[in-house]
C-alpha cells in the first residue's frame, strides 16, 4: 500500500509533513503500545517505571525538550522518595518548590462528559485496582475487613433495592392506571378512590350486568339522566373525549416542563446506554417521577400505547439512582452498567410478571455487557420484584400475571399450519409498522409538528377518543381487550364473541362444538375494524411526547388477528368434522379449538414481528398466561415472524429509533462482511491534520491552545516531534480537570511551564515548575496496525466495548479510529448517510 503524507502540528502549530518515503526505524523497548497486542489498561506507579529518559528526551540528542534560559533548577530525593526541588530565576531570586514521586492526584478523573461514550477497558481496570486495593488491606483491621465485606455484597443489596422500589411503583402504576382509566366512563360515589371493578365488589348484588352495578354511576347518571339513551350516550361520548384529553395534556405538560427525557419508550436510549452511551439526566430523579405519572396519564388517556416498555426505563431510573449509594458502582461507568442490566430485567419482571422473561429481556434485547454474575443479579431483583408486585396485588387475582388463562385441550398437530401462519403475518405486520412509525418520526422531526409537540398530543388524543368510543372493543383499556380475546369462552362469557348456540346443562359440562351465533358475526367485524383502527393509529402515536410503550398495542393487534383466525378454525372444524386433519380430534362433539390460544399465538407473532425477540419473548408469553403446555406453537409463530420480519429489514422497531436518533450504537449481532482495511477508515484523512501531544517538549499554553482550536476527545501522547512513537493517550476532559486543578493548587505553574507525561523531572533544570499529568495518561492504549481489517477492528469495539484505538505502522503512529469513525465507515459502505451518526 503506497503511503501518503501525514500532516502533524508542532507545540508551535507549525506542520510537520511525514514525507512518502519515510522510512520507519524499528520500535526501541520503551513503547508504552506493542504493534498488534492487546494490553489492559492501567496507570502504574513511578516505581513501576524506568526512570531512564527515552529517545528524544532532554538527555538525548534529539533535542526534543530545551528548557528556557534565565532559569536554574536542581532535584535532590531523600530516602522517601520525595524530592525538594529548587530553582533559580533569571532575577537572581532562588525559589523551592515540594515534588512527590507519586505526583499530585487530581479528583474528577476518569469521568465522562454528557453524550459521549465509556472506556470499558479503562473502568474494569479501575475497578480491579481498587478491589485488589481492599482485599491487600482486609486484614490489616476489623474495620478494613468490613469494608472488604461490604465491597462484596453490596452488589446483592444494591439490586435487592431496586427489585423492591421497583416492584413498588409497578404496583402504584397499575393501581393508578387502572382507577383513572375508569374514571373516562364515571365514579364510584361511596369511595371515589374505587375503581369499577372495586366498586362493585363493595356492592350486595350477587348478579349485575358486565361491569354495571347499582354503586357505580356513569357520567349520565352523575347529572341525573338514565344510563341508556341516545341523550346518555353523547354525556359518555363527551366525557370520555374530555377526560382523555385532560389526562393527555397533563402527561404532555409534564413531560415538556419537568423532564423531556420522560417521553417515548425509552427502551432505545436504554440500550444505547447499556452499550456505553452517557447521556445525563436520562436516568434521574426527576425523569423518574415524571415518566411513572406521565405513564398513569397516557394510558388512562385512552391512547393506543403501553406501560410496560416505559416500565424497563423506571426501573433503570431506580437502579441508576440507588447505584449512587454504592461508590463502587456510582463512580464506574462499567460497573454501573450491570447494576442497569439487572434494573431492565426487572422493568420487565414487573411489567408483565415474568422475571424469567425478564432475565432473558435484558439478555436477548437490552444488555451489551451480560457477564454470569450479571445474570445472577438479575434473577434474584427479577425475584424480589415480582414478589413485592405479588403482595401488593394491583391485579386483583390470585395470580401475579397480567392475563392468566386455562385452557383444557390440547392443541392438535394441524394446528401448527395455522400458527405458523399467523407468524407469517404477524412478521409483514412488524415489518410495516416499523416502516411507516419511522417514516412518520422522520417527518416529525422536519414538519411543524414537531415543533409543537403538545398539539401533536391533542390532536392524536382527540382523534383517537372520537373514533374509539362507538366501538365497544377499541373503548374498553387495551388490557381488557387482550384479557377478553386471550380467554376461553364458557358459561360466565356473555360477551358477543361468546354467542355460540350452546346449550350449558351445568357449569361443568365439556365445551361442545357449535355454529357461531349473530353476535360473534358481528364481533368478527367489530374486531376488524378494531384492528385496522389500532394499527394505524400506533403508528402516530409511538414517538409522541408523552411516555408510550409498544408491547401492549402490539399484542393487542395480534391477538385480534389471532382470536379472527381462531374463529375461523373453529368454524371449519365445525362445519366439515369429516375431514381428514379434524377427524380424530374433532369427532367427539368437543370442541377441539381453542380460538383464545390463537389470540395468545398471534399477539407473540406481532410482538416478535416489531422487537424481533424470540427467546425471551415465548418465555415471557408463558409466564404471562400461565399457558406452558403451548410453549411449541408460540416457538413457530415466533420464528417464522422474525424470519419474515427479518427477510424485509434486520432491525426491529428499537434499533430503528437508535438509528433515527443518531445513537452510537454498535449492535452486536450484526455481521461485519466487507473487505477493508483500518488505513481506509483512520483519521486523519488525506489533507487533514492529525493533533497530538509530546511528552516532554509541549508549554502549557501549547497545550491550551489544542484544547481551544479543537474539540477532539482525547489525544495521543507521543515521544517527540521527530520520533512519533507512541507514549500513551490521554481524554480531552481529563486534560481540562488536570489543568484547572493544577493552576489552582501548585504554586509556580504558568503558560511556560513545560507539560511533563514523564515519570521523572531530567535534571538540570531551568524554567518555571513543570505540569506533571502522569496520572492521567493511558499508558496501555489499544493499538491496532494499519494493515489490521476492519472485520477485526468492530469485533474489537464490539467486545472490548473501546472508544477509540489508535492505528501504528512499525510502533510509530499513523491515526486514530474511534467509535464514530466505525459506525459512519459501515453506513457507508451499506449506501446509507454516514453522517447520521451524530454522537461518538
Not at 350516550?233 to 419537568?258: D, G, K, P, R
Amino acid at each position: 500500500m503506497e503511503s501518503r503524507p501525514l500532516t502533524r502540528h508542532d507545540s508551535m502549530n507549525n506542520p510537520l509533513v511525514r514525507p512518502p518515503n519515510y522510512q520507519a526505524v524499528e520500535q526501541p523497548s520503551h513503547s508504552a503500545a506493542s504493534v498488534n497486542g492487546l494490553r489492559q489498561k492501567s496507570n502504574l506507579d513511578d516505581d513501576d517505571i524506568h526512570h531512564n529518559p527515552p529517545p528524544g528526551s532532554s538527555s538525548g540528542s534529539g533535542g526534543a525538550m530545551d528548557p528556557p534560559q534565565g532559569h536554574q533548577m536542581t532535584v535532590t530525593y531523600d530516602g522517601d522518595s520525595e524530592g525538594y526541588v529548587s530553582f533559580a530565576g533569571g532575577s537572581g531570586s532562588n525559589n523551592t518548590f515540594h515534588l512527590d514521586s507519586d505526583e499530585q492526584e487530581f479528583p474528577g478523573i476518569g469521568q465522562y462528559d454528557d453524550f459521549h461514550t465509556i472506556d470499558w477497558q479503562r473502568d474494569v481496570a479501575r475497578d480491579r485496582m481498587r478491589h485488589r486495593h481492599i482485599i491487600k488491606k482486609r486484614d490489616d483491621s476489623a474495620w478494613d475487613w468490613i469494608k472488604s465485606g461490604h465491597d462484596a455484597w453490596s452488589g446483592w443489596l444494591c439490586v435487592f433495592l431496586v427489585g423492591v422500589i421497583a416492584g413498588a411503583f409497578a404496583g402504584m402504576i397499575d393501581i393508578g392506571t387502572s382507577w383513572m382509566s375508569d374514571l373516562r366512563f364515571g365514579i364510584c360515589p361511596e369511595a371515589f378512590w374505587f375503581n369499577q371493578e372495586q366498586c362493585c365488589w363493595s356492592s350486595n348484588e350477587t348478579f349485575y350486568d358486565g361491569d354495571n352495578c347499582s354503586n357505580w354511576y356513569s357520567w349520565p347518571e352523575v347529572f341525573g339522566h338514565e344510563p341508556n339513551g341516545a341523550g346518555a350516550y353523547i354525556i359518555s361520548y363527551i366525557f370520555y373525549i374530555l377526560w382523555s384529553l385532560l389526562f393527555a395534556s397533563l402527561a404532555a405538560s409534564l413531560v415538556m416542563m419537568f423532564a423531556p427525557y420522560a417521553c417515548g419508550s425509552g427502551i432505545p436510549e436504554i440500550k444505547t446506554i447499556l452499550s456505553g452511551f452517557i447521556i445525563r439526566g436520562y436516568l434521574g430523579k426527576w425523569t423518574l417521577l415524571i415518566k411513572s405519572l406521565g405513564m398513569i396519564l397516557a394510558v388512562s388517556a385512552g391512547l393506543s400505547l403501553g406501560k410496560e416498555g416505559p416500565l424497563v426505563h423506571v426501573a433503570c431510573c431506580i437502579g441508576n439512582i440507588f447505584s449512587y449509594a454504592f461508590p463502587k458502582y456510582g463512580k464506574n461507568e462499567a460497573k454501573k452498567r450491570e447494576i442497569l442490566s439487572a434494573a431492565a430485567a426487572v422493568g420487565v419482571s414487573v411489567a408483565f410478571g415474568a422475571p424469567i422473561g425478564g432475565v432473558l429481556f435484558s439478555l436477548e434485547e437490552a444488555s451489551y455487557y451480560f457477564p454470569l454474575k450479571t445474570l445472577w443479579r438479575s434473577f434474584f431483583a427479577a425475584l424480589v420484584a415480582a414478589f413485592v408486585l405479588r403482595s401488593i396485588n394491583p391485579f386483583g387475582n390470585e395470580h401475579s400475571v397480567l392475563f392468566y388463562v386455562e385452557y383444557n385441550k390440547p392443541w392438535i398437530f394441524i394446528e401448527l399450519v395455522p400458527f405458523i401462519i399467523l407468524g407469517v403475518i404477524g412478521g409483514i405486520i412488524g415489518m410495516l409498522f416499523i416502516k411507516f412509525n419511522i417514516k412518520w418520526c422522520r417527518f416529525r422531526k422536519t414538519s411543524l409538528m414537531g415543533q409543537y409537540p403538545r398539539l401533536e398530543v391533542l390532536i392524536v388524543t382527540l382523534i383517537t377518543a372520537f373514533i374509539a368510543y362507538p366501538n365497544p372493543y377499541t373503548r374498553m383499556n387495551t388490557s381488557n381487550l387482550i384479557y377478553l380475546l386471550f380467554s376461553q369462552c364458557g358459561v360466565a362469557n356473555n360477551d358477543n364473541l361468546c354467542d355460540y348456540q350452546r346449550n350449558f346443562t351445568n357449569v361443568n359440562t365439556a365445551i361442545e362444538i357449535a355454529a357461531a351465533g349473530p353476535g360473534v358475526l358481528q364481533a368478527v367485524w367489530l374486531l376488524a375494524l378494531a384492528l385496522i383502527f389500532k394499527c394505524v393509529v400506533t403508528v402516530f402515536t409511538f414517538g409522541i411526547k408523552v411516555p408510550c410503550g409498544l408491547f401492549i398495542p402490539s399484542l393487542a393487534m395480534g391477538s385480534i388477528i389471532g382470536r379472527l383466525v381462531g374463529i375461523g378454525m373453529e368454524q371449519l372444524a365445525y362445519n366439515y368434522p369429516e375431514w381428514a386433519v379434524f377427524a380424530g380430534e374433532c369427532s367427539t362433539g368437543e370442541n377441539c379449538i381453542t380460538p383464545g390460544l390463537y389470540a395468545m399465538v398471534g399477539a407473540a407473532a406481532v410482538l416478535g414481528g416489531v422487537t424481533r425477540m424470540t427467546v425471551s419473548l415465548v418465555v415471557i408469553m408463558f409466564e404471562l398466561t400461565g399457558g406452558v403446555r403451548y410453549i411449541v406453537p408460540l416457538m413457530a409463530a415466533v420464528m417464522a415472524s422474525k424470519w419474515i420480519g427479518d427477510a424485509f429489514g434486520r432491525e426491529g422497531i428499537y434499533d430503528a429509533h437508535i438509528i433515527l436518533n443518531g445513537y452510537p450504537f454498535l449492535d452486536s449481532k450484526e455481521e461485519f462482511s466487507h473487505t477493508t482495511l483500518a488505513n481506509d477508515v483512520m483519521k486523519p484523512g488525506k489533507n487533514e491534520s492529525f493533533y497530538v501531544i509530546t511528552q516532554d517538549s509541549m508549554t502549557l499554553d501549547d497545550v491550551e491552545q489544542l484544547l481551544r482550536e479543537t474539540d477532539h476527545n482525547g489525544f495521543p501522547v507521543v515521544v517527540s516531534r521527530q520520533s512519533q512513537y507512541l507514549v500513551g493517550f490521554v481524554a480531552r476532559r481529563d486534560l481540562n480537570i488536570a489543568i484547572s486543578q493544577a493552576k489552582k493548587t501548585t504554586e509556580g505553574i504558568v503558560g511556560e511551564s513545560i507539560v511533563l507525561f514523564t515519570s521523572s523531572v531530567p535534571s538540570p533544570w531551568m524554567g518555571p515548575p513543570p505540569l506533571r499529568l502522569r496520572k492521567i495518561l493511558d499508558l496501555a492504549p489499544i493499538t491496532i496496525t494499519d494493515h489490521t481489517p476492519m472485520e477485526t477492528v468492530v469485533d474489537m469495539f464490539r467486545k472490548l466495548g473501546l472508544r477509540q484505538t489508535l492505528v501504528t505502522h512499525n510502533g510509530r503512529l499513523l491515526g486514530i479510529i474511534t467509535k464514530k469513525d466505525v459506525l459512519r465507515h459501515i453506513k457507508f459502505l451499506e449506501s446509507e448517510d454516514p453522517e447520521s451518526v451524530l454522537f461518538n
